[in-house]
């Protein structure tokens, strides 16, 4: 009797636990979440608590976030290394549809814009989120946020200790838009004479009278405000 009793006990019990993970599911059906009152697109699912060193993120905070083609209310952050728009629902971690919603402005009264496109990266092309530092219609600035991911490792002998998995955030780097195409602006002064031959006097007199420095983002600003004058 003592295990017939036990046995009705483990299969009510087991019962219960799928009712409450199937509830925990409940929202997601095929690609798509139910946030905020709608229901977004998305590009599966992640628990996401694995002990790290650093972090992917920009800002570790959720944002309030305007997304192009969502009208309704969503918090989100970007995650630099796998380059993704992630949001949280119950505790697993989700990613925008890029390609569906490829404008996103993370905040409220500090905005930070992003935009998915496609852009030259070396004498690759590629997609992903460029951050927006401005729009001119001559030469827009971007700027990629990279972070980089180093795995974990054992220690070869007593005398060394486990290594844990790091993320590292790389130097920004910068684009703009030159005969339809997005490409890098190069931080050497050299080069980025090169990237605009109509306008070399013009750019290095500007760096040199103004003391620029190239690996300033408040500088970068500063050159292409005076880029978009001439």
Known sequence: MVNAKNKVMKTIFVCILIIIGSGSYAQLVGDRISVGGGSIEVMGGDEGNVRTVGSPYINETYSPAVVEGYDKPIELRYNAYTDEMEFDVDGTLYALAKNKYPKVVLGWKKQTPYIYTTYQDGTDTVSGFLR???????????????????????????????????????????????????????????????????????????????????????????????????
């Not at 220690?155 to 955030?169: H, I, L, N, Q």
Request: proline share 5%; charged share 35%.
């Open 132 to 230: 927006i530092v401005n729009e001119k219609d001559k030469y827009p600035l971007y700027v990629k946020e990279t972070v980089s991911f180093s795995p974990s490792r054992k220690a070869a002998s007593g005398y060394e200790a486990d290594k844990p998995e790091v993320y590292k955030r790389e130097k920004d780097r910068y684009f703009t838009m030159i005969e339809n195409q997005i490409v890098e602006v190069p931080l050497h002064k050299k080069n980025i004479l090169k990237r605009f031959p109509e306008f070399q006097k013009e750019i290095q007199d500007f760096l040199k009278n103004e003391k620029i420095k190239l690996n300033s983002e408040e500088d970068m600003i500063r050159v292409f405000d005076y880029l978009n004058s001439l």
